[in-house]
């Protein structure tokens, strides 16, 4: 059974700094693409990063990217560092795991229950 469970959302201020984690378990976690999404209320599931299993990183905006995605393919972990937290990045952040290297939702067969990050103002 595939299980993916993430860890260390919560409230930050504007400015601070949050790392979520994601435990995965139940498939050969080298082999797979892992993401991190975030969903607002009201609005769709979007890309924050993602790591190919030989440690390729895509973000979606590198310019003003404030978030750093790594993993530990020995303890099948997977890392979300956040910094400079700003209001907009209040969401659920979900982690999420495919064979390929995509950057689609739809293409991510495995996801997480999900973590709240709020950021306050």
């Known amino acids: 059974q595939v299980q993916l469970v993430e860890s260390g959302g919560g409230l930050a201020q504007a400015g601070g700094s949050l790392r979520l984690s994601c435990a995965v378990s139940?498939?050969?976690?080298?082999?797979?693409?892992m993401g991190w999404f975030r969903q607002a209320p009201g609005k769709g599931r979007d890309i924050v990063a993602a790591?190919?299993?030989?440690?390729?990183?895509y973000y979606p905006n590198i310019e003003e990217n404030r978030f750093t995605i790594s993993r530990d393919n020995f303890r099948n972990l997977v890392y979300l560092q956040m910094n400079n937290l700003k209001p907009e990045d209040t969401a659920v952040y979900y982690c999420?795991?495919?064979?390929?290297?995509?950057?689609?939702?739809?293409?991510?067969?495995?996801w997480g229950q999900g973590t709240q990050v709020t950021v306050s103002s």
């Open positions: 999420a795991a495919t064979h390929k290297w995509v950057m689609e939702a739809a293409e991510y067969n495995y």
């Open positions: 139940g498939l050969t976690f080298s082999t797979y693409t």
């Open positions: 790591i190919s299993g030989s440690d390729f990183h």
